[in-house]
């Protein structure tokens, strides 16, 4: 759902903004103008290995601050973590420049540097200096505050040499790097808040996908996600993806229940001849084949919720729209503007940004104020409908059973589609499936 992905950054760019209170542009990155990443002949692949080397390099070095300076047994346990982890990592990135024969970008001027030009989130030599004069709270503070950061900078590489690189072995690890480390600023940030630290459960995926639009639980182990591309399988224990049927339609808006019938709306592919916007589509053979069910070439739903025979949608035009005969006929919905939608306990959840979280059931002229519950901007629920969940702005993710009394079941990072069984959530991004729950 093209909704959910731009909630999915704002759920990012929120966490970011509370992890590094926006000091990114404080933070001086590597200078690179010594000539070894101007080669045109160095790939994307070497070039993320020069880059990264230094940039956890960095990382051991803030690591080992640790051991004699941290005070508390969480700090101690991630910065341990974090050093044995990026030391093989380190070890193995030096192997594959000696294997391509590309030198390697001196670490120390890296460090130090000032100007950044590709080596986000690097720390300052003033900013070092901070950590080696520091010891005990303050220390644990500004280690998770500057690992987090840093952080952030190795995820924005990993994720350039997925869009540009080419072996396999370098994708694999930047995959790697993403779950890792997105699951360690999880934890740091948990520290900062006060919360339990609890590490983040994660799959990574491959191959990645270009965007998310939708996910529906589809077995004990899979999920069912719909994207720019079609409909995938995804296996959530080895991270495997793999393409279902031959429609490669851009799916905005898809739904659906286990076993059940699956639903989705727009835009037709490449090489299909079908109406543009697809309006709603249904499946009943698992996103196998697709049948059209009503306003084809009309409706361009880019959020949908399906409960049976009942579907909502929010049209791209503004509207929500109701069905009660499993999209044969539509009737005006709730005066909303909702980011996301769940049916529970038959009833129309929508998060909204204007009314908060409200809900609305056929025939009522007007939605309900749920008052006491969080602001979620991503609502899913369970596929047998005995749970809501929620996320709010800051990635904080809700459970309920009753619609009144909400629990945290815990945070995710970003987002780009969310789906749920009773106890566990799963919250999509085209690279990993975070895993909420137990």
């Known amino acids: 759902m093209h909704a959910l992905r731009v909630l999915g950054a704002t759920v990012a760019a929120l966490v970011v903004l509370s992890a590094c209170g926006g000091s990114t542009a ?8 010594d000539g070894a990443m101007s080669d045109s002949n160095v790939s994307a692949d ?9 940039h956890h390099e960095q990382a051991v070095v803030m690591a080992d601050l640790a051991k004699s300076r941290a005070s508390d047994p969480d700090i101690q346990r991630l910065a341990a973590q ?9 070890n193995l990135m030096s192997s594959w420049l000696d294997e391509w024969g590309v030198p390697s970008i001196d670490g120390m001027s890296a460090m130090g540097a000032h100007g950044g030009h590709g080596m986000t989130g690097m720390l300052t030599q003033a900013q070092l200096d901070m950590l080696v004069d520091t010891t005990g709270p303050e220390f644990d503070r500004l280690f998770a505050e500057y690992m987090i950061e840093h952080h952030f900078g190795a995820i924005s590489m990993a994720e350039g040499v997925l869009a540009s690189g080419s072996d396999p072995r370098v994708a694999k690890l930047g995959r790697e790097i993403i779950i890792t480390q997105q699951s360690e600023i999880l934890q740091l940030q948990a520290f900062l ?31 069912l996600v719909g994207t720019h591309d079609g409909v995938h399988e995804v296996d959530l ?5 793999t393409p279902v049927g031959e429609s490669r339609d851009d799916f ?14 727009g835009h037709p592919g490449m090489a299909s001849s079908a109406a543009n916007p697809l309006g709603l589509i249904a499946s009943d053979d698992a996103g196998v084949t697709w049948r059209n069910v009503s306003l084809q070439g009309e409706v361009d739903f880019h959020v949908l919720a399906a409960d049976g025979s009942r579907i909502a949608g929010w049209d791209a035009r503004g509207a929500v729209l109701y069905s009660g005969d499993g999209g044969q006929t539509w009737e005006a919905g709730p005066e909303a503007l909702p980011t996301s939608l769940a049916w ?16 609305w059931s056929p025939g009522e002229e007007s939605v309900r104020s749920e008052d006491g519950v969080p602001e979620a901007v991503v609502l899913a629920s369970a596929n047998d409908g005995d749970a809501l969940w929620g996320v709010d702005r800051n990635g904080a993710v809700y459970r309920s ?35 909420i729950g137990n």
């Open 237 to 241: 224990q080895s991270g495997a993806t």
């Open 252 to 265: 905005m808006g898809f739904a659906g229940a286990p076993l059940g019938t699956l639903v989705a709306s």
């Open 401 to 435: 059973t009753d619609g009144a009394e909400w629990a945290v079941a815990g945070r995710v990072l970003a987002l780009e589609a969310f789906t749920a069984t009773v106890n566990v959530a799963y919250a999509v991004t085209p690279t990993r499936v975070q895993i």
């Open 193 to 223: 808040n006060g919360e339990e630290v609890t590490e983040t459960a994660a799959v990574a995926l491959a191959p990645t996908f270009t965007h998310v639009h939708g996910a529906v639980v589809s077995g004990a182990q899979t999920l």
């Open 344 to 359: 529970f306990r038959g009833r129309l959840w929508l998060a909204t940004t204007d009314q908060g979280l409200v809900s």
């Open 82 to 90: 974090i050093r044995s982890d990026q030391a093989s990592e380190l």
């Open 46 to 54: 070497a070039m993320f290995a020069q880059m990264m080397i230094p």
């Open 26 to 33: 404080s933070s001086g990155g590597a200078d690179i103008s």
